[in-house]
């Protein structure tokens, strides 16, 4: 099963932004629908959006506008630029798989706190 090591979190102000690393192992990350999703204090891990191996994105309708999903193939890593947070976004963030079939286990995740 792929791995993976997600980076970049911390704390940040409310409309401030961060930019969320992902990085797999593997040689068939590039065939792979790669989704974030994350995890609020209290709350069941949710799915935030997802990147499609030709680069098509799709997102939940509370990140539209504000969250951006990019890869980088070459590098086997996904993004997720994160503007105007807001403290509802606050919450462990994790990448993975889309398919079932090729998930795999579930990483540390980044902490991404978003407080006045």
């Known amino acids: 099963q792929v791995q993976f090591v997600e980076s970049g979190g911390g704390l940040v102000q409310p409309g401030g932004s961060l930019r969320l690393s992902c990085a797999a192992s593997?040689?068939?990350?590039?065939?792979?629908?790669m989704g974030w999703y994350r995890q609020a204090p209290g709350k069941q891990r949710e799915f935030v959006g997802r990147i499609s191996s030709s680069g098509f994105t799709f997102y939940i309708a509370s990140v539209k506008g504000r969250f951006t999903i990019s890869r980088d193939n070459a590098k086997n890593t996904v993004y997720l630029q994160m503007n105007n947070l807001k403290p509802e976004d606050t919450a462990v963030y994790y990448c993975n798989t889309v398919d079932f079939q090729t998930r795999g286990s579930w990483g540390q995740g980044t902490q991404v706190t978003v407080s006045s």
């Open positions: 593997g040689s068939a990350f590039s065939d792979y629908e």
